[in-house]
């Protein structure tokens, strides 16, 4: 598990003070993956940089699996990033050494043995699917290859958390799914926690079962996938689960609503639902179902007829687990 509290980071850039982290606070229980989304200068790179200490926060905490690492002394920081494996946008892997070298590169700083070496990276590269490239070098892998040699010694120190800085945002779409697939296979596997840092909503559709929207040095929205999409009016929910285009009002006016559902409900007719019950014609504006994680997901705009009581179909809907929100109408 890893918890951030209150993480603050204040930067003096001469007589200025610039905030990146202002009260950041998170917890991501142990075995999920959480995605920390945002655009530039959301400070997503200053997040890194102090949940592994790189810099210290100026205030707040940082604990990995009960302990603060925000409170370990200079002389024992390295043996606490220990505690936080780091998959970067580029693999930042060694030219002149090849794949097995790489991984064993954080094995032999710690002093292991030649031959627990031998063993644990032999068992690393077999994870990741690379047991035949062992004595490839950089340049004769391809880029998904790469990042998978960076994906195993990040996990050689045996850490308790795997923190992803954008780790597909330099692979084509095809490469990106194989590599987040391999995340949640090491999750399964290694029961092991996952941050990762994006600007890609296609990473947190493919691979998070929970998000956070960092926006200014703050999370403004977070919560599970689920969570997320059925909350009326949040961006996260707009953007993972978008409504294609601009949508026609109909040329029968009449109120229009939006309907989010998920899981089993995804897969339910909801409009032969409500036509059969109210006996009306349902216009169906626009509409997108996509699997998010583990789950399915529904969005909906439809245009109910003129003079239909709204409150007994928004009451109906919600009551077989239907999310309403009332966009309009004439």
């Known amino acids: 598990m890893i918890t951030i509290k209150d993480l603050r980071k204040v930067y003096r850039q001469g007589s200025d003070t610039v905030v990146a982290l202002d009260g950041v606070s998170l917890e991501v229980p142990t075995g999920k993956i959480h995605g920390i989304v945002g655009h530039s200068g959301a400070g997503k790179s200053t997040l890194v940089r102090c949940l592994t200490l790189l810099d210290r926060p100026t205030s707040g905490s940082v604990n990995v ?51 627990e070496i031998s063993r644990k990276v032999s068992e690393l590269l077999e994870l990741v699917g690379l047991a035949k490239f062992a004595n490839a070098y950089p340049s004769q892998l391809s880029g998904g290859q790469r990042q998978r040699v960076g994906i195993a010694r990040a996990l050689a120190t045996d850490p308790d958390v795997l923190l992803c800085d954008e780790p597909t945002s330099a692979l084509d779409p095809q490469t990106t799914d194989e590599i987040l697939e391999l995340v949640k296979k090491l999750r399964d596997r290694l029961n092991i926690t996952v941050l ?43 953007t993972l689960l978008p409504l294609p285009g601009d949508t026609p009002t109909g040329e029968t006016q009449g109120p229009i609503l939006d309907l989010l559902y998920s899981g089993e409900q995804a897969s339910e007719p909801v409009i032969s639902m409500i036509t059969r019950t109210f006996d009306i014609d349902v216009n169906v504006l626009a509409g997108s179902v996509e699997q998010l994680g583990e789950h399915q997901f529904a969005h909906l705009r439809i245009q109910l007829p003129l003079g239909t009581d709204v409150a007994r179909v928004r009451e109906h809907l919600l009551a077989n687990g239907v999310a309403v929100t009332e966009k309009g109408g004439n």
């Open 65 to 115: 699996n009960g302990q603060d690492l925000t409170n370990v002394s200079d002389s024992k920081l390295r043996d606490a990033r220990r505690r936080i494996g780091m998959v970067f946008q580029h693999a930042n892997l060694f030219d002149s050494r090849t794949t097995a070298q790489n991984v064993a590169y954080p094995l032999e700083l710690t002093g292991v043995s030649k031959s």
């Open 196 to 238: 990762i840092i994006t600007h890609e909503m296609h990473v947190v559709k493919q691979a998070c079962d929970s998000v956070s929207l960092l926006e200014a040095g703050r999370i403004v929205e977070h919560g599970e996938l689920a969570e997320v999409i059925n909350t009326p009016g949040s961006r996260l929910a707009a």
